[in-house]
């Protein structure tokens, strides 16, 4: 069974341009949550889609949107980048939404800001 | 404001000795706990999970204690192996949803 993969792997954009990242998840999962890693502050939740609806919100400003697909696929955009953006996205998924589905995580994917 | 926190950035451990990662955390609506194992360039893996009803579970060499008063757990492994080598961060969760709250993570090196 194929794991959680994410697109592109390696990102290097500049200051207030916009940016998309993609995950697909394990086929039969439903649920696609993304967290943003970075130094000193761990894994910080940004939004889980479930059946194409955003179930909950992390605390990131609006420039940080998603979206999912019917496939389950889902995508994350950042728009007008900051210096602080750069980070480590990744995106987990699980079969169903609920704190007890274990989530399984993509590799992610390092976005740099310059 | 960080409601998980994981307040040992690093830890060393002789191979065949016993490692203990901690976590605290400040939400007492938090009633599902986990702990996840990452290497570089890799996702997370989940590790042991625990819920709020239990203060203990093992799997294999991998056991985690939860103490819901202090608001604290705990991940011991036993013995520890040079592939226990990795940054393991805890995470917890309230019975609200998908949201699940991350430590900033504890980087372990098992010397052999």
């Known amino acids: 069974k194929a794991g959680v993969t994410q697109t592109p792997r390696y990102l290097i954009k500049t200051r207030g341009q916009q940016v998309t990242l993609s995950c697909s998840p394990i086929?039969?999962?439903?649920?696609v949550s993304w967290y943003q890693q970075t130094p000193g502050q761990g894994l910080q939740f940004l939004f889980e889609y479930f059946s194409e609806t955003q179930r909950n919100k992390g605390n990131f400003p609006g420039r940080f949107s998603g979206r999912q697909f019917s496939n389950s696929r889902s995508e994350m955009n950042v728009s007008t980048l900051e210096l602080g953006d750069s980070a480590l996205y990744l995106c987990a998924s699980s079969r169903a939404s609920g704190n007890y589905n274990e989530q399984f995580f993509g590799p992610g994917t390092r976005l740099t800001v310059l | 404001d960080q409601q998980v926190k994981q307040n040992s950035p690093s830890l060393s451990v002789q191979e065949g000795r016993i490692s203990i990662l901690n976590c605290d955390y400040t939400n007492s609506m938090f009633d599902y706990f986990l702990w996840y194992k990452k290497y570089p360039a890799e996702g997370p893996t989940f590790l042991i999970s625990?819920?709020?009803?239990?203060d203990k579970n093992e799997d294999g060499r991998f056991t985690v204690f939860l103490n819901k008063s202090a608001k604290h757990l705990s991940l011991h492994i036993v013995p520890s192996q040079p592939g226990d080598s990795a940054v393991y961060f805890c995470a917890a969760s309230a019975d609200t949803g998908n949201q699940f709250y991350f430590g900033t993570g504890t980087s372990l090196t098992v010397i052999p």
């Open positions: 086929s039969g999962h439903r649920s």
């Open positions: 625990i819920s709020s009803i239990k």
